[in-house]
């Protein structure tokens, strides 16, 4: 299993962008990917998912439709998620998780170990 690292968090104001990028420890072209975010005071949530080959086949959750895109780089073992249009209601720490079982990722992700420390983004209206 290999280990991920969340950076790229800051404050941004609403409707402004941000991109967040996800570096593994080692090769991940054989790991689905995805990213999750957690509300203070709430369980972690599903955001996107990628599966594991270049151009991979993705899906997202209905709030962020249109206004995410996740992709990755297998050469650089990474993982982003660009965000527009960002809203006051995207305020939380986002996460990066990858599993060889894209099933994991989008539906039992809640069972996933070995979560990292996140990255922290603030949306000011």
């Known amino acids: 299993q290999v280990q991920l690292v969340e950076s790229g968090g800051g404050s941004v104001e609403t409707g402004g962008s941000l991109t967040l990028s996800c570096v593994a420890s080692?090769?991940?072209?054989?790991?689905?990917a995805g990213w999750f975010r957690q509300f203070p005071g709430k369980e972690r949530e599903f955001v996107a998912s990628?599966?594991?080959?270049?151009?991979?086949?993705?899906y997202y959750t209905d709030s962020v439709k249109g206004r995410v895109t996740i992709s990755r780089s297998n050469s650089k073992n990474t993982v982003y998620i660009q965000m527009n249009n960002l809203k006051p209601e995207d305020t939380a720490v986002y996460y990066c998780?990858?599993?060889?079982?894209?099933?994991?990722?989008?539906?039992?992700?809640?069972?996933?170990?070995?979560w990292g420390l996140g990255t922290q983004f603030t949306v000011s209206s």
């Open positions: 998780h990858a599993d060889p079982n894209l099933h994991h990722i989008i539906q039992d992700f809640r069972n996933l170990r070995s």
């Open positions: 080692g090769a991940i072209d054989t790991y689905d």
């Open positions: 990628i599966s594991r080959y270049s151009g991979g086949s993705t």
